[in-house]
């Protein structure tokens, strides 16, 4: 790591083996975007679910583009993949007591995206609309 890098915090980086590692996680939610186009703005808002350390938010931009999954130009966000995530097989529901990663909202029935990297979650029913580009 660079001296001049601040140090990932905690819930960023992999404290055991069962944690996915950020960057897969956010390359991989980057490709199952239905949105064919957004905002770097608008793929940060998302990229903020897996992660808020500005140094692992480029990162996953720069491996995603590096992997064909994205392009940035202009400001702009271009999906290349026309992935998406199925409700019906990728998405699983839990009970329990959970923040949303993405409004932070205490929440007794959470959404968990099943990604290759690792499972991504918990979410609200509104926030899973919006972190997989359904509202």
Not at 15 to 24: G, I, M, R
């Amino acid at each position: 790591m660079a001296d001049d890098e601040p140090p990932e915090r905690a819930d960023d980086a992999a404290s055991d083996d069962s944690d996915p590692d950020p960057v897969a996680v956010g390359v991989e939610l980057l490709s199952k975007l239905e949105d064919p186009e957004l905002s770097v703005a608008e793929a940060v808002d998302r990229i903020e679910t897996v992660t808020t350390h500005p140094t692992t938010t480029r990162k996953i931009l720069d491996e995603a583009e590096k992997r064909g999954v994205i392009e940035r130009e202009d400001g702009i966000v271009t999906t290349t993949g026309g992935g998406y995530v199925s409700f019906q097989s990728e998405v699983v529901t839990k009970e329990g007591d959970f923040s949303c990663r993405r409004c932070g909202a205490n929440i007794s029935t959470g959404h968990f995206i099943k990604l290759d990297a690792g499972e991504h979650g918990a979410f609200g029913p509104e926030c899973i609309r919006k972190v997989t580009g359904r509202d």
